[in-house]
């Protein structure tokens, strides 16, 4: 920075030129602010696909397990009569999630360092910001200070995030049923049809699912007591279904309920997603 001689006062040439050189520093301050949010918001774009990218394979993989499920009755009754096919087509399901969890797995750790990075400028931004352009000592190395923020987050902590992450989770929570559960869910799945989200009398969310032991359709806990509330017996509710019950064959199927839970927080994700998107237009 310009200074007088010990003793002198300023010229106007002088304190013209330090003011000048003020602004032009101040103006490549602003500039470099700019830039900086810039960066940030597109490190944050990159995540917000990521993530998107990590939910896609999360739901592609669970759908790949219940077509497995789907086909489990034809594949143990192929299994009895000796075929070497069924293992093969369960070894192809499970090569399929085996690769897509690979994958996911990578996905969630670049998530995990695009927030690494997205805080180490935020606090690059934050100094810049505060940067008192009259003191030449407040001038700040951008790259240094990068490096520093970056280098305080090491590769166990990553993977530590990664293992906490929301995106790690959702997989454990959609696709890693406990082992008492599994035989059960694998059981339901073969003869299952698909779950409603709404019970079709009551037109309301699918709360406490029963099945018809029957006909195997669904109806939540209201629907069935609307169902019987007058008489012993009813004809199956869904449309071309003919089964004829009582309200004795239907029963909580916990299964169900589990996978209208699920997606139902999928739904919510979705909405949660498509509303953030459309804030930043």
């Not at 830039?35 to 759908?63: C, F, I, P, T």
């Not at 559960?181 to 698909?194: F, L, T």
């Not at 019970?199 to 018809?212: A, S, V």
């Not at 071309?240 to 169900?256: E, F, H, L, Y």
Request: hydrophobic share 35%; with cysteine; proline share 2%.
């Amino acid at each position: 920075m310009l200074s007088c001689e010990e003793g002198g006062d300023w010229g106007v040439e002088e304190e013209d030129a330090a003011a000048d050189l003020k602004d032009e520093l101040e103006c490549q301050r602003q500039v470099l602010v700019k830039d900086l949010r810039r960066v940030v918001q597109e490190l944050k774009d990159v995540k917000k696909w990521l993530v998107k990218s990590g939910q896609d394979l999360v739901m592609n993989a669970k759908m790949i397990n219940f077509t497995k499920g789907s086909f489990q009755v034809e594949i143990q009754n192929a299994a009895e009569m000796g075929s070497e096919i069924p293992a093969k087509v369960e070894g192809t399901f499970d090569k399929s999630v085996e690769t897509m969890h690979t994958h996911f797995l990578n996905i969630c750790r670049k998530v995990v360092k695009q927030e690494v990075r997205i805080q180490a400028l935020g606090t690059v931004l934050a100094k810049v910001q505060e940067v008192n352009m009259e003191m030449e000592d407040d001038l700040v190395d951008i790259s240094a200070l990068y490096e520093e923020e970056m280098q305080k987050v090491t590769e166990a902590q990553v993977t530590k995030q990664v293992e906490n992450s929301e995106l790690v989770l959702l997989w454990k929570e959609e696709l890693q049923v406990n082992e008492e559960d599994d035989d059960e869910d694998i059981q339901e799945v073969g003869a299952q049809s698909r779950v409603p989200l709404k019970c079709p009398i009551t037109q309301l969310d699918l709360e406490n699912p029963y099945k018809c032991s029957k006909c195997g359709h669904y109806l939540s806990k209201m629907g069935v007591d609307h169902l019987f509330k007058k008489k012993n017996s009813a004809k199956c509710p869904i449309g071309g279904c003919m089964q004829v019950s009582s309200k004795s064959n239907w029963v909580p199927d916990k299964w169900a309920a589990r996978e209208v839970e699920r997606s139902q927080r999928m739904a919510s994700l979705q909405t949660q997603r498509q509303m953030e998107e459309g804030e930043e237009l």
